[in-house]
Each structure stands twice: as C-alpha cells, then as structure tokens.
C-alpha cells in the first residue's frame, strides 16, 4: 500500500494504469490514456480558453480566490486552476471512483490546498460547499436532464466568474402559440434529447440516461435568467479542437 509520503509508490500506481487525460508527473513521467492525441486536444483548447478569461477576472492574482471545480471528473482541470494560482479548489463529482482517482493523482503531483468530494450537482448549495470567485463547469451540462437547475446552483456559487463548457444543440428561433393562435411568445432558444439511459455504467456518461443538450442561444439566455450580468461566448485558439472550432461546442464566461 503506498501514502502520500511515498510519492514513488504513488507515481508507479498511477502510471500503471491509462487514464483520460494526460497528467505529467513530478519526476516528468506522463501518464497513458486510452485516448488518441487528437482527442486528448480537446483538453488543450479547453484549458487555453478559459486562461484567456482568468486572466481578465483575475488580474491581480487568483492567490487569495477559491475556485469550485463541478463535474470535476479526474481532477485535470482542478490541477490546473491551482497551477494557476488559486489559493484553493474544491473538485465535486458524481462518481465515487473520479473521486478516489483526483485524489491519487492530486497525491502524486504533490498538489496542495486542492480537495475533492464526492456530490450531485443538483443537491449543492452555498451553505454546502460555500461560495467562490470561480465555478468551473465543464462537460456536465449536456450529461444532464436539469440543465436549467444546474445554472441555477452554479449561480448560487458563484462571486464572480462562471466558466462553462458544453456542447450546444441546432438552435430554433420565431414563435410558437401560446394557448390560441391569437397569443404567442417568441423562442429564446431550444434542446436536443439525447439517449444516454445505455451508457449510465459508463464514466463519462450521463448517471440518470435522459440528457438535455442546449443551444447557444438557449443558454446565453438561461445564463442571464438566473442571474449573471454578462455572457461572451470565448474566442478559439488557432489550431484548436474541431468541435470547438466549428461551433459544436463552446466556452461560455458568466459575469457576476
């Protein structure tokens, strides 16, 4: 059995095993994936969106400014938050196993004043975990069948920026009758369904089956409902993932 006070024993268990992301370890080991590199890009792009924003929100420094990391699956993203310069992170997941693996590699990497729980997004609140400077929420919505009250606890978290990654669904816009022809309110947006019920065992997938996957227009507006004064839809990296270059998926930031 190997602690965190025998970070070679923690280093030789974490690489011998692939893992969904590529983590690089102190003694400059890199972990295997069971991902080809061009999907692994999506990582890169993610992450070099959402500096491009920290930045702005943050630019005397993250160091006294805690960060929520929801859906935080291995703890990538979370790492990265404190490589940034968060005084501290709380990573959240659905699965007991994203949990115990954030934690090993959280370990391994000797990262500090980093935390992860297990937690559905739907049952925090500020009372439960606080509120913080930053909610990182990234590849959870469209896993969801409540996509509107996961914004809504994200909100609730959130002291000043909310970063958002998700797919997007084909929009819909015009009109639809609203009781009688003769009364009709204007579309804000639309969802997609989509059929995840199969795949629940998988760790990726969603952990109910029935996903709600929004369009961009539908969450830019949901975003301002409940409560955040500004959306931008971030801009991407020459070269970055495919989806995200051409509009499949997007990096929302959510102003207080």
């Known amino acids: 059995m190997t602690t965190a006070s025998d970070p070679r024993g923690l280093e030789a268990d974490v690489l011998a095993r692939d893992w969904f992301y590529r983590f690089t370890l102190p003694s400059g080991a890199v972990t295997g994936s069971a991902h080809a590199p061009d999907i692994l890009a999506i990582h890169d792009t993610r992450w070099s969106m959402a500096v491009e924003a920290l930045r702005r929100a943050f630019p005397e420094g993250a ?12 703890g990538w993203f979370s790492l990265k938050l404190r490589e940034f310069g968060f005084g ?5 997941d659905a699965r007991q196993q994203h949990v115990e693996d954030a934690r090993l590699i959280a370990a391994a990497t000797g990262m500090e004043h980093v935390a992860f729980s297990r937690g559905d ?12 400077d930053l909610v990182l929420c990234f590849g959870l919505l469209y896993h969801l069948e409540n996509p509107v009250g996961a914004l809504r606890v994200a909100r609730a978290l959130c002291k000043r920026l909310c970063l958002i990654e998700t797919q997007v669904a ?10 009688s022809y003769r009364f009709v309110k204007p579309i804000e947006g639309s969802f997609v369904i989509v059929d995840e019920t199969d795949e629940t065992h998988g760790p ?12 961009l227009e539908a969450l830019q507006f949901i975003l301002r409902k409940v409560g955040f004064s500004k959306i931008e839809v971030l801009p991407v990296p020459e070269g970055g993932y495919e989806q995200l270059k051409y509009g499949k998926r997007v990096v929302l930031a959510a102003w207080v």
């Open 170 to 179: 084909p929009g819909q816009t015009g009109v639809v009758d609203y009781g």
């Open 88 to 92: 501290s992170v709380h990573g959240i």
């Open 121 to 132: 997004v739907h049952g925090l609140s500020a009372a439960i975990v606080g509120t913080h």
């Open 63 to 74: 160091s006294r400014a805690s960060a929520i990391d929801l859906a935080c699956h291995q």
């Open 204 to 215: 990726e997938a969603s952990t109910l089956g029935i996903s709600l996957i929004p369009s």
